[in-house]
Each structure stands twice: as C-alpha cells, then as structure tokens.
C-alpha cells in the first residue's frame, strides 16, 4: 500500500463534522455519555474501543438511525438534527452498517440503489428502471473491482464478503461528504480487505470524502488512519493522531482499559525504579 | 474513478452452489415460477373436475359459481399476501367484508344514498380500520395478529349490533349491480351476452385489482420497499426505508381490498348480511395465498399465485360436490394441501436461487 506517499492532513482542514457531548441510554444500559468526536475534510479517523464500548451506537446517531438523549451534530457548520436515516443520507452521510443492512430478497442491483432508485415514465406511471439500475450497479461493480456472480442475483446467495463488498460499493456510489463504516472489513478474506483498505487509501489520497472507520486490527489502522478516537466503556478514553502514537503504545492503552492520561501519570509514580 | 489496482476475482468463485440432483433442478424450477407450479396444479385439477362431471365443470354457468367464489376469495388472499410480505397478518378482513357493505345497504335504504357513493363510503371505511390496525401494530407494537383479532371482535360486535344481526335487502341500482356483481350465469344466457359476461364481473375485479398490485409489487418503488420492510426490517430501516408507513400502507390496502370484496358479494346476493363474512373466510384466504406460493416468513409473495390459490381452493370447495362427494370432503382435501404448499415453499425457499422481482 502507498502509505509513505499520503502527506499529513493539512492542519488548517476545515472541520467539517463535529459532535458534541452526545449521550445515549437503552432503559437501563448507557451506551454512550458526552461522547464528543471531530472530523476534518479528508480526514479518515479509526473508532477503536472494546466489543460494546457503544461505537455501533456513536455512528447509528451519525447516520440518523438512533436519535441522541443529549448532544448536537455539527456538519458543515450548520447544526443537524437527522430523524431518520434518510435525512443523513440526503445531507451526504453514508454508513455501512456493522449487519450491512442489506435486503437478502432482493436482488444485488435493487440492494444497491435502495432508497434512490431511478425510475422511468410508463404512461405516466412512475415505474423503476431496472435494466437502468442493473447496469449501473454492474458498471460500478466493475469499476472498483468487485466481483460477484451475478447483479441479479439475490443478496441472501451471496457470501458473507461479497455481501460486505456490496455494502461498501453502495455507501461509496454516491459521492457522500462522509463515509462512516463499522467494520467493514470483518469477514474479508486478505485479498479482500486488501482492496477495501485500498479504496479507503484513495478516498485519502484526495482528501475530498472524511472516513469513520471502525475496525480492530490495529496494523490496518495505521495504514490507512490519520488519527485514532479510543471508545471505553461509553466514553472517549484517547484521541491521538496515528503519527504520534505507535501501534504498541495504542494496544497497550486499549489492553489496560485507561485513557492515557492515566497512563502517564501510572508511569510516571512509578518512574523512580527501573522499569 | 478506478481504485489502486486490483485484479477481479474469478466470477462464480464463491457462493453460488450448481445444482446437481433431479430433485434439487425441479425445486429450483419451481421457486423461479412459483405461480406456474401452481396453475398446474390448478389444470390438474380441473381436468379431473372435468372429467369426473361429465364436463359440467367448464359450463358457463358452473364456471360463473367457481369464479364468483374465486374472485371473493382472491380478493382477500390478494389483501393477506401484501401483508405476508411485510411480515404481518390480518385476521380482520372477514369483518371489513361484512360491516362495508351493510354501510353502503344502510345509507341506501334509510338515507337514499346511490348504491355507488355507499361503495366509496365502504371502501373507505375498509382503508380506515387497515390504518387502524397498521397503527396500532406499529405504534404500539403489538402483533398483528393480535391487534387484528381484536378489530375482528370489535368490528363484528358492531355490525350485529346495528340492526339485532338482521340482514338489510340492499336495493338493485343498475348499471352498479351489472358492474359489481350480476347475479349468477342463467342456462337461458349467451356467453357473450350482457348478462352473460357480467355474471362475471366478481373475478374480474379480482383480476384487476390482482394486476395492478402486481405491477405495483413487482414495479415501483413502493413494492421494493414493501419487500424490503418484510425481508430484513432492521436493515430496510438503516437504508431509510420508512417501514413503519409501509406496513400502515398495506394494512390500508388489505382493509380496502377486503372491503371492496364484501360489496361485490352484497352486489350480487342483493342483501347486506352482518355476517356475510365469517373468520373461516380469512383462513380460506390465507391457504389461498400460501397454496399460492406466498410463505408466511415475510419478505417474498406472489399475488397472482394467490388468485390461482383462490381459484384451487374455490374449485376444490364447488367441485367435489359436484362430482358427489359430501360437501364437508373439501376441508379435508384444503387441509392437505396447505400442509403440502407450507413444506413445498420451504423446500423451495431453502434451495432458491434468484426471485423475478
Ligand atoms: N438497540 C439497543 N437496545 C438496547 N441496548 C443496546 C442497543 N444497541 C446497543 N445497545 C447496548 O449499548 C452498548 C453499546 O453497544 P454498541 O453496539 O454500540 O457496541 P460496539 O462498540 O459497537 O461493540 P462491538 O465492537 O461488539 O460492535 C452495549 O451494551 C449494547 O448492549
Ligand atoms: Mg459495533
């Protein structure tokens, strides 16, 4: 991968998500409190944080899935309040989900355009364009170099990496402002992940799309990452860019569950002797 | 814009198995043409009717029995497989048949109103209670089949309340009734005769209303999402489908559906009955549309195949008693079927390979 050849985002990249002591209980289970993240144009920020640290629940309030208990989102300066999916998507916000939020009955094509379909006047009915629909996604399937048996096949044929490729094409197909993806690269075989990583790098290279990234492979992460948000038990525990901080330092953080202010202040009580 | 360069993969390298067996190239088969399975069931079966009646089966006048029956019934299953899709359930129905029409009987004889604006009135009172039902089984979440049977109970409590269960002889308008539903086929008739072509007019409605809601199904957006919403409603709802409204949406479409087959049936019997449509109704129907191809896992349904259920279920009921059996015989031979449908369209399922959507 060209990783040597991305320079350092801009350091006057203008900010172009922002939220804000977001908090977020289910009854009786807090998810997520005063939880507050910032993107930068082009910016690609890895989400790290145990298995329920609430990462799923940050990015489902991004892409207007759950709504927050407290907390605004400021996206291109203006504040946004999402209702619903739909209402992220048209502000150019595009999530892959962690369940992909695929159709298994419909076919790869339908799956694709879901929601912005195309249509076409049949005596002045408002019919879908299907063979509009199947070319387009087979195009654009081609283009990223994604293969799968068939557009017309049905989602739930596919297998578990295809399937996670049709999600990543999808949130991509539309040129979104940000690109938020929840372990996108879970059941990708090396190959795979390889190539997704690859897309992500040249979203970077152009730094035009700001990413969201959440993944647990610390190696992927500083190979495409400019800079690391730690989740801990719903709060954020660690916000450190990657070129400051080396992969054993930010595994070692993660293992011992603590921010690293923490950390340092530990290290330095115990500085004295020899380590 | 081509990403860094990456070879494609080997087309058909994963996930698609090739069918092998006889049995698994018959079942794949089957579940591409769902509905062509079952018009050959239906052929089969009117062969033997055929045949068994000394070709009285195929009469006009018999046929005119049968498509009547069909065309109250496809009505409904129709209504029931919209649902199916999303996932959910009306047992309802039977009681918008009964209490849409009485409206329309009732406006007419005390107010005077045209049998015409009473069918509106009707269709509408039928739309109102599926968004009712769809209301309260999304809002409230509680299970459709739950919500339903409590309209049933309640709308049924109504329409027997009205006028102590007594039926209401609802005026003849023509050309409304000619329209709606002509009373029977007469040996005396030419086929293509006036009467003779609009003692037909039950199934045909059902056959429009089953067209166009398969063009919708299979055509509009409005279909797609409504797949969507039974396939996967999470998933459908992280992509921005509106699955709360879609779900209202085909509940509106059942209740006017069923709605608008009560008043062809009080069309064409001249009376109104509180319980013209009884829940035995509703379960006819669900077979009908399971028989059809429809599986009660959400997701996929054929509303065609539900018309030919209909007409299965429509023939089996008129037809052996007309070849002599004894009239309670069907249900037994109703009730085979659906268990044979309900293990045919899981072993389908399990083997399916693209859906024609
Ligand atoms: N819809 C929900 N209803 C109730 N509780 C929920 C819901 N969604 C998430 N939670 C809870 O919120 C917490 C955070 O969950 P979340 O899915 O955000 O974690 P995560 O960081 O994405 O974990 P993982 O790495 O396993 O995906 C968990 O305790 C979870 O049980
Ligand atoms: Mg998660």
Redesign the interface.
């Known amino acids: 991968?060209?990783t040597q050849t991305i320079p350092p985002l801009a350091p006057d990249a203008p900010v172009v998500l922002e939220m804000t002591n977001i908090s977020k209980s289910f009854g009786a289970v807090t998810a997520l409190v005063d939880v507050s993240i910032r993107l930068r144009q082009g910016e690609v920020l890895a989400l790290v944080g145990d298995n329920g640290a609430g990462k799923s629940t940050l990015i489902?309030i991004l892409?207007g899935?759950h709504q927050p208990d407290t907390g605004t989102i400021v996206s291109q300066g203006k504040e946004v309040r999402f209702a619903?999916?739909?209402d992220a998507?048209a502000h150019g916000i595009e999530?892959v989900?962690q369940?992909?939020?695929?159709?298994?009955?419909?076919?790869v094509f339908?799956n694709m355009f879901?929601?912005r379909?195309y249509?076409k006047r049949v005596l002045g009915l408002?019919?879908?364009d299907?063979r509009k629909m199947r070319e387009q996604a087979q195009l654009y399937l081609?283009?990223?170099?994604?293969?799968?048996?068939?557009v017309?096949?049905?989602v739930d044929?596919?297998?578990g990496?295809?399937r996670q490729c049709i999600a990543v094409a999808r949130s991509i197909y539309s040129s979104p402002k940000i690109l938020v993806l929840d372990e996108p690269l879970a059941a990708l075989g090396v190959?795979?992940s390889?190539?997704v990583l690859?897309?992500i790098?040249?979203l970077r290279q152009q730094r035009q799309v700001s990413v969201i990234l959440i993944v647990h492979n610390y190696n992927q992460i500083f190979e495409v990452c400019d800079r690391i948000n730690f989740l801990h038990s719903g709060e954020i525990a660690l916000d450190a860019s990657t070129a400051d901080t080396s992969e054993e330092e930010l595994i070692r953080i993660v293992k011992s569950g603590l921010g690293r202010k923490a950390i340092d202040a530990a290290a330095a009580q115990v500085r004295p002797g020899p380590a | 814009m081509p990403p860094t360069a990456i070879q494609p993969t080997k087309k058909n390298a994963v996930g698609v198995k090739v069918p092998r067996t006889m049995r698994e190239q018959l079942l794949i088969l089957l579940s591409r043409y769902r509905e062509a399975s079952i018009a050959v069931v239906a052929i089969v079966l009117v062969i033997y009717f055929q045949l068994g009646s000394d070709g009285g089966f195929l009469s006009p006048s018999f046929m005119s029995v049968v498509l009547r029956d069909t065309g109250r019934l496809g009505l409904i299953a129709t209504a029931e497989v919209m649902l199916m899709i999303t996932g959910e359930i009306d047992l309802s129905l039977s009681a918008i048949f009964s209490i849409a029409p009485y409206i329309m009987a009732l406006l007419s004889v005390t107010y005077g109103v045209p049998l015409a604006v009473g069918a509106v009135i009707g269709v509408l009172i039928g739309i109102l209670v599926g968004a009712i039902n769809g209301i309260v089984t999304v809002r409230f979440k509680v299970p459709s089949l739950i919500t339903t049977v409590g309209t049933l109970f309640f709308l049924q409590g109504i329409v027997v309340s009205i006028y102590n269960s007594q039926p209401i002889v609802a005026p003849v308008e023509q050309p409304f009734n000619a329209i709606f539903g002509q009373s029977l086929y007469q040996p005396t008739d030419a086929l293509l005769s006036w009467h003779g072509v609009t003692a037909f007019t039950p199934f045909l409605w059902a056959l429009l209303v089953v067209l166009v809601l398969a063009l919708v199904l299979n055509r509009t957006t409005f279909g797609l999402h409504t797949i969507a919403t039974g396939s996967n409603i999470i998933g459908a709802r992280e992509i921005g489908v509106r699955t709360d409204r879609m779900k209202i949406y085909n509940f509106m479409i059942a209740g006017g559906c069923a709605a608008f087959a009560g008043i062809i049936n009080t069309a064409q019997f001249t009376s109104a009955d509180p319980q013209a449509g009884s829940p035995f109704l509703t379960l006819q129907a669900i077979a009908a549309a399971v028989i059809g191809g429809t599986s009660l896992l959400g997701g996929s349904g054929t509303v065609i195949g539900a018309l030919i259920g209909a007409f299965v279920v429509a023939s089996l009921n008129n037809g052996l008693v007309m070849i002599g059996a004894q009239a309670t015989v069907s249900d037994i031979y109703l009730g085979a079927a659906i268990i044979a449908a309900m293990i045919l369209s899981i072993q389908v399922d399990r083997l399916r390979t693209r859906r024609r959507v």
Do not use: C, V, W
């Not at chain 1, 081609?142 to 068939?150: A, Q, R």
């Open positions: 991968m060209n489902k892409s899935f619903s999916p739909r998507r999530t989900y369940d992909l939020a695929l159709i298994g009955d419909l076919s339908h879901l929601g379909e249509h408002n019919l879908l299907n081609d283009t990223l170099g994604i293969s799968i048996p068939s017309n096949s049905t044929l596919l297998s990496g295809q190959r795979e390889a190539h690859g897309l790098q040249n």
